[in-house]
């Protein structure tokens, strides 16, 4: 016991070392955002760089090629907004469903994994009750977190279309 209580302190101690090093998440996620829209605008062509683009945002620019920057910063500016949309879903949580709000973000993180679920899906992974579960979809869907995507009555299917959309141009919704 004595054995697994230091190996447990340990990891904590590496845990908050490694915290010490990386900078506020919200910033690194968002110099991630920056980098990932400079890789995907330069498969469609542009010739931006992440030194342009910082530099562009910092009033700095010296390019040659102003417009490829300007379509990076447009597509950051995109990113931003849908990654804002998603803070929105989980204020909606904290200030419509404050009696369930554990299952219901326990629902959101997974569904940032498995934007496709089924009743028993949400069981499985909020420990509810299928008749809470169904009840935890039903409030989903009428804040449109959730949509079905078939007519059926039974094993019905649900999808975080807003979080799909990002990914795919093919229409989930029946």
């Not at 959309?165 to 989930?172: A, I, K, Q, Y």
Request: no cysteine.
């Amino acid at each position: 016991m004595i054995q697994l209580l230091t190996l447990a302190e340990r990891a904590l101690g590496r845990l908050d070392g490694a915290s010490g090093i990386l900078p506020n998440v919200d910033l690194f996620v968002a110099m991630y955002v920056n980098k990932e829209a400079v890789l995907s605008s330069q498969i469609e062509g542009t010739q931006a760089s992440l030194i342009d683009v910082l530099a562009f945002e910092a009033d700095a620019a010296v390019s040659e090629n102003p417009q490829d920057i300007e379509e990076v910063v447009n597509y950051i500016s995109a990113l931003n907004f849908g990654l804002q949309r998603f803070e929105d879903h989980r204020n909606i949580i904290a200030a419509y469903m404050p009696r369930s709000a554990g299952p219901a973000y326990q629902l959101l993180e997974y569904l940032y994994t498995r934007p496709i679920v089924t009743v028993n899906g949400v069981v499985k992974v909020t420990g509810l009750s299928y008749a809470n579960a169904n009840r935890l979809i039903n409030t989903f869907q009428t804040y449109h977190l959730l949509q079905q995507m078939d007519t059926y009555q039974r094993n019905r299917r649900f999808a975080y279309s807003t979080y799909l959309s990002l990914f795919t141009e093919e229409r989930v919704i029946v």
